[in-house]
């Protein structure tokens, strides 16, 4: 009896761990309480606090938060002081003296660091000392944070609540949405310009302008009542548009307009939730602190939004700067009294040459198409945090020291592939069957079930040693240029990061910017940008860092040469060019023909460094 439960289990994995990657989670729609949204919360809450080891929420901001700040820290504590009676002094002060010695932040940065102060009950005067200097400078995403940093009750002389309103209607596409780029909205970036317009709801222009970013939100919520990102799947886009909506007073678990096939909102979050209470990027996959911070403070947005509170970046704990003898006196009206601003034309002519010229390359310089992301698949990361993501090793992550050397190993050329140890574990798989199989025999120990048994065992084994791609360092940095017998041409790839050289003393970005020199390899027909990059990391032993799944052409590349996304500021990561273009496809769906040329190329500022210009898919056409 008991063989034949075992083997009931072993058919049983032997059935399902095939299909573990391919089958789809369900998510089933649930009318979730305050008290089940509260419980999300202190889910997350609770995570962390295991996480850092701290012994309460206090303590938590003492401690890491506190450590964390300018780099890790700011939007947990945005999160917390909206849904928690705490005291933020100690952050506040070690991002104060953060920020005095800071000079390399992007303007969308210094407005996210102004937003964090707010939130900690700050009268920092860095607060309204950067909004001219940010405001704009990005393109939207400055005007966006610029304009959550006014709506808390901060002004400048250059910009009012009203000026920055007009500019971003004036930025809304014919679909309904906005983008950092491109001809077509991008759920993410409208979403958060929803969110920063919201106080505003109530006025008509801005009312209708909202109501058109809501249908196109809705239209584009997907079964589960998520979203997808370029194809990806993904929480943080579910997380955006509920607090979006959460804001304007929408419930994002009974609206109709946001329910799809019974899921609602929150439904499109909790598909991601780990049992320990953290979010992953992709379904299936490991804690990713984006996911996770953005799914918080989601949810207390729509706790907020339930008990009639503010939304979630008007803060409870705004303070008044302290404003010294030296500051000039704004002549800014407040993020309340600002109607006469609304419309006024001399408003819009307050805006700065650079933040105009920076406004216009944003609508103007791309030739087709649509909003970038880090390497296609992350623009809800690279738009909302500067938390570097901590990618845990697996399967689909390459992970060895290398030297800023082009090529670090010496390669060789290979027309065949070498066996691996796959064939000699499997004989020795089955000569133990046979050994164990000659024991009972001599041993008379003859019943069938015994010999099926011991088959079924090292049947299950060959499969586990099929299904798994055990390799070393130096297995899997191989050396060897592979020629393909079935290959339909060749294509050149190139590795760069010229953005950054002379940015950092890091050994991993070489002096003149070349990871890898352009470099041909031949392909067959199906490979994709992914497939080369791997191909290359292994023949030329070049660290390559990624997630997501290569079997269904969802991959994220987090880091390459050990330079990572966010290591030179919110906006910047690795993004890839065929033939000068940039794709808006996932790397891991491109596939590559002929004579292609890829680059991949870092970038500080979301492309905007790179003179980019972007493929019309119609991917986001209505």
Known sequence: MKIKSLTGVIVSLLITVPLADTLPIKVNAQEYTVDEVNSLIDGIVDYKLTSSGAADIQDWINGSLTEGAGTTSEWYVISLSQNYQADFSSYENALSSYLASDEGSSAASMEKYALALSAAGSSNSYMEDILDDSIGQQGIMSYIYGLHVLNNGYTCPDFSTGSVVDKLMSMQYDDGGWALFGEYGDIDVTAMTILALSPYYSEPYVHDSIDRAVTFLSERQQDNGGYQSFGTPNPESASQVLAAVSAIGIDGIHDERFIKNGCNLIDGIVAYRLPDGSYSHTLGGDTNDTATVQALYSFIAYKRMTEGRSPIFVFDNRQPVSVNAEQPESNSSSSQNNADDKTSATANEKLTDASAASATAASTTVTSSKTTAITTAALHVTAFTSEAVSV?????????????????????????????????????????????????????????????????????????????????????????????????????????????????????????????????????????????????????????????????????????????????????????????????????????????????????????????????????QP
């Open 392 to 620: 845990p090793t697996a399967s689909t992550i390459i992970t060895t020291a290398v030297t800023t050397t082009h090529y670090s190993k010496k390669v060789t050329s290979s027309h065949e592939k070498k066996p691996g140890y796959k064939p000699y574990i499997i004989a020795a798989i089955g000569g133990a069957a046979v050994i164990l199989s000659l024991i009972l025999f001599l041993l008379k120990k003859r019943n069938l079930r015994n010999y099926l048994f011991i088959l079924l065992c090292a049947g299950a084994g060959i499969a586990v040693v099929m299904l798994t791609d055990i390799r070393s360092a130096d297995d899997y940095y191989n050396g060897n240029i592979v020629h393909k017998d079935n290959s339909v041409g060749t294509v050149s790839l190139e590795i760069r990061c010229d953005t950054i050289v002379g940015k950092s003393d890091s050994e991993f970005i070489p002096e003149d910017g070349t990871i890898l020199e352009v470099t041909d390899f031949e392909i067959e027909e199906g490979e994709t940008v992914f497939d080369i990059l791997n191909e290359a990391a292994q023949t030329y032993g070049i660290h390559v860092e990624n997630k997501g799944s290569s079997a269904h052409g969802m991959v994220y590349i987090a880091g390459i040469n050990y330079i990572y996304e966010y290591d030179f500021g919110d906006l910047s990561g690795w993004v890839y060019h065929v033939n000068g273009i940039t794709p808006s496809r996932n790397c891991g769906e491109y596939v590559l023909s002929d004579g292609d040329e890829i680059q991949w190329l870092y970038t500080c500022e979301l492309g905007h460094d790179l003179n980019e210009v972007y493929e019309d898919d119609q991917l986001f």
